[in-house]
């Protein structure tokens, strides 16, 4: 059966989309065109679409590690020479009533300054100075709550005190208040804060703890 065009009446071969003679489009195949055109419009729309989220996914997931690694290399809180000390004691623990720095006598030999462990874990915190003439520099010694032996020059500088008290888990000077962790000497409140008594390595030989006496003669107040 012959198929006619619908514009021009002239005959058409079977199944064209379009008549050869006045170039009419022919309805169905409009109809499929469309429906071509429509395809490829939501096709081309999804594919880069699904493109974007994954991308988006990506650069979330490298952002996400990024800031996983900058929080694991932070600076560690506390302080770093504190932080290395070993627990060589009995952690201790502190009443709310003020604990006050025991006087104790230091020896220096083979360049060392030398205090007992076990008087300072017998009188948990301690008093004592080096003995070099030139620059005698005053020091204290305490057990912390982790067991540790921390020492430290024993000055609040900004009110030149040179003692201290602990309370619970704080250091105190008593002088102007200022507080610090016991711990790790971490401010807590008051004036001088910014400023703990400085702490000093140590290392703990036969039942005796010794501090490098050149490491005191160098110290230096901050401000």
Same mark, same amino acid.
């Given at each position: 059966?012959?198929?006619?065009?619908?514009?021009?009446?002239?005959?058409?071969?079977?199944?064209?989309?379009?008549?050869?003679?006045?170039?009419?489009?022919?309805?169905?195949?409009?109809?499929?065109?469309?429906?071509?055109?429509?395809?490829?419009?939501?096709?081309?729309?999804?594919?880069?679409?699904?493109?974007?989220?994954?991308?988006?996914?990506?650069?979330?997931?490298?952002?996400?590690?990024? $800031?996983?690694?900058?929080?694991? *290399?932070?600076?560690?809180?506390?302080?770093?020479?504190? @932080?290395?000390? /070993?627990?060589? +004691? !009995?952690?201790?623990?502190?009443?709310?009533?003020?604990?006050?720095?025991?006087?104790?006598?230091?020896?220096?030999?083979?360049?060392?300054?030398?205090?007992?462990?076990?008087?300072?874990?017998?009188?948990?915190?301690?008093?004592?100075?080096?003995?070099?003439?030139?620059?005698?520099?005053?020091?204290?010694?305490?057990?912390?709550?982790?067991?540790?032996?921390?020492?430290?020059?024993?000055?609040?500088?900004?009110?030149?005190?040179?003692?201290?008290?602990?309370?619970?888990?704080?250091?105190?000077?008593?002088?102007? $208040?200022?507080?610090?962790?016991? *711990?790790?000497?971490?401010?807590?409140?008051?004036?001088? @804060?910014?400023? /703990?008594?400085? +702490? !000093?390595?140590?290392?703990?030989?036969?039942?005796?703890?010794?501090?490098?006496?050149?490491?005191?003669?160098?110290?230096?107040?901050?401000?």
């Amino acid at each position: 059966m012959a198929n006619y065009c619908s514009h021009c009446g002239k005959p058409m071969v079977q199944n064209a989309n379009y008549c050869t003679h006045c170039g009419t489009t022919i309805k169905g195949a409009e109809l499929k065109q469309r429906l071509q055109h429509k395809r490829e419009k939501v096709v081309g729309t999804v594919g880069p679409q699904k493109k974007n989220w994954i991308r988006t996914g990506i650069i979330l997931g490298v952002l996400s590690l990024f $800031g996983v690694w900058i929080y694991a *290399n932070l600076p560690k809180r506390g302080n770093p020479i504190i @932080a290395s000390q /070993p627990v060589v +004691a !009995v952690a201790a623990t502190y009443s709310q009533a003020p604990q006050q720095m025991v006087d104790i006598s230091a020896r220096t030999e083979n360049g060392k300054i030398v205090i007992s462990l076990e008087v300072v874990q017998q009188r948990k915190f301690v008093a004592f100075s080096s003995n070099n003439p030139q620059n005698t520099v005053p020091l204290l010694a305490y057990v912390s709550g982790e067991g540790k032996i921390i020492t430290a020059v024993s000055m609040c500088e900004p009110c030149n005190s040179q003692r201290f008290h602990i309370q619970e888990d704080k250091l105190v000077c008593n002088a102007c $208040g200022s507080t610090w962790e016991l *711990n790790d000497l971490e401010a807590v409140s008051g004036s001088c @804060a910014k400023f /703990p008594p400085d +702490a !000093v390595p140590n290392v703990t030989v036969n039942n005796e703890i010794q501090i490098d006496e050149n490491i005191v003669a160098r110290w230096r107040r901050r401000i």
